[in-house]
């Protein structure tokens, strides 16, 4: 047999090109008689729009159209756009038009469209579209929002309440009645976006002859985006190509199906050219979808051991001045809280607020770093008030392996009740306090205390539901030359799914991973998909990559015993050759096997045989599958100008099954490096109009490679009974708990001076203002 792919740390297959600059972005795409477009954007927060005159923009020299509301096809002008999650608990289901109408209600809405030669000249008649605003009254903080009598977002609302709901099970008020101790936080975490390397972009290209609309798009989603477009312009699926090329970079955001993927195409069939839209930095800062921006107040009770009682609260979720993707973010806040800890009850309200700023949607975590830091900061605050140790605190309350699968009490966002499948948290918790040498970190924090270093231990749990269906799709077919053609409806953003499905399907068929021809991002190659969000496409992908590859190996082994007279238990797969077990190894390529399974005009197969050696299969998962793991951080504090630096970096994960530890690896430490600009660095804010005030990566700021350590990973295998496979997702783990970690390993490093963050970022400016207020400079004996 050949060398097992499955479980080797196996070279990504898409660096070479990525690495050498020959990867093909939607930039890329250069079609003849290309037009380029420039949006006209609102650069109010909420106005009514009294007018449009775009004469003096059609009038300059290489401009083609100027395109309003009335101007795009049928139902898409009169239409709003499909919203992609809906929920019956959602009160207020407003979703954006395409080009707005009469009101607009976020800054940088599209308005209208200018098609030119060049983006140059685009951008300059952009300038030139005379819209009559009538300013309003705008709602920026959703606080202040949710009140009665706030501004109201959209003026055809009573109020900006887009929806109400509870999670709970238990007798909570039992449970705070029976607890020794009660502890409440106010915890917030900002507004922030995915900012990945490549913009949003998106090519349309009609072909009248065939009737064929071609979409390129920097999507992490195309067979849905051609299932929206096709709703928008009334056209058939068959009609209408999606294809996501090489995308730098999605983390959710490029998951949302956007007003700009539909005009651009509408554009192109009505004008008979190729256009081309390529976002810009600022634009992606403006109209690029956000996540975060939770208030919670939330309260624990314990007994006198630390054991928890019950955790109830409220939840105040900012949505944005739409819902797109419905309110899957605050559900799955809600229901992450819980984590990994035994809680008998638990109750959380949740109001999700309308205000006048671009949506939120899933960015990498998706609620569940906001849960998670509110139920840690909760452990932290139990640790400190009954003088525990952190670690400690969190073993006495943690599931034990032996109870699983565990129920929670909850639903979870998948509609399936919130069941943990598999995981060994106590287990993930001690390798990674093995890790950083936990049992000597107290020592070593005195040592460095005493010649004046500042140095704190951070640790977080997390569990994660990973997985999500519906399904997704893949084909293996054997090629004439003998090579494995490989499509899927997975999409392909950095995880590595070209190399993981790879290696899968080569294991199955037996052939080497070099011959196989994978077809990734591309509608017309497969007919169902689903796409990359919830850290699902090893998953669902992974899963019918093994059920197709396995069954194009059943049909080549029977095929192979066929035309070598042998039995099929006889045979034997490896590198593209089937061959006889022992004797003289007759052998069969899989080019000559492909050649016999077409058969022979006008005879008929033999019995049992399928035409050609191919399959396709669509796994779909029966409820989420659960990851899990800890962080623990050990980092130093500069109390003279906030600065943090980090010393020790360690991540425990449990993803199940691992495909490939190398890009299980890479997704954790990229994981973790977006979990770090979360913590202190990034950023989005508002005026009190709702302006944007961060639309540079001048002044949002990102982590550099010098702020990010490198982690310590240990995996642990808990391998899920819930796909063939036993894998679980390993997208989000590195980002969920790392604010949790790093925010409390700061307090930690400061404890002397007793200060107490429960917010992130938590900027430099932040640390020394709390350190001023606890009166820590005179303490050090410096004037502040």
Known sequence: MGVKLFGARVARLEDPALLSGKGRFVDDVKLPAMLHACFVRS??????????????????????????????PAPMSGNRMPMLVPNPAIATQLTQYCLAREEVCYVGQTVAVVIADSRYIAEDAAALVDVDYEPLPAASDCREAAEPGSPRVHSELQNNIASKFRQSYGDVDAAFASATHIFEEDIWQHRGGGMAMETRAVVGDFDPVRDLLTVWSATQTPHIGRRMLADLIDRNLESIRFIAPDVGGGFGPKAIFYAEEAVIPAVAMKLRRPVKWIEDRREHFLCATQERDQYWKVAIGVDHNGKIKGV?????????????????????????????YVIPAYGL???????NKVATTPVRGAGRPQAVFAMERLMDRVARELGLDPAEVRFRNLIQPEQMPYSVGLTFRDGKPLIYDSGDYPQAQREALRLVNYDTFKERKAALLAKGRFVGLGIANYV????????E??????????????????TNQGQGTRTTISQIVADQVGCRI??????????????????AFASRQAVNAGSSAKIAGGTVRTQIVKLAAQALGLPEGDIEIEDGVAFGRGGNKPSISFRDLYRLAQGMPGFSLAPGQTAGLEHTAYFTPPQASYCSGTHVVELEVDPMTGA????????????????????????????VAHGIGNALLEWMKYDENAQPLTITLADYLLPMATDVPTCKIAHIESPTPLNPLGVKGAGEGGTIPAPAAIIAAIEDALSEFGVHFTETPLMPDRIVAALKDAGAYEKLKVVA
Do not use: C
């Open 644 to 671: 943090v630096k980090f010393l020790n970096y360690a991540v425990a994960h449990d993803s199940g099954t691992i495909i490939n530890p190398l890009i299980v690896d890479g997704q954790v430490q990229g994981g």
């Open 473 to 490: 799709g893949v084909t293996v077919r054997v090629l004439p030359s003998g090579k494995v053609a490989v499509a899927t409806g997975a």
């Open 349 to 355: 309200d949740v109001t999700v607020v309308l205000t």
């Open 312 to 340: 109830r609260g409220t939840l105040l979720h900012d949505t944005g001045a739409f819902v797109p993707w419905g309110i899957i973010m605050p559900y799955i806040a809600g229901a992450t809280m819980p984590g990994p």
């Open 464 to 471: 994660e539901g990973t997985g999500l269906g519906p399904y």
């Open 43 to 72: 650069p109010h927060a909420h106005a009514f729009i009294r007018g449009i005159d775009t004469s003096a923009a059609k009038a300059l020299p290489g401009v083609h159209a100027v395109f309003v509301a009335d101007d795009l």
């Open 514 to 531: 070099e011959d196989i021809v994978i077809t990734i991002g591309d509608t017309a190659a497969i007919s169902q998909g689903v796409g």
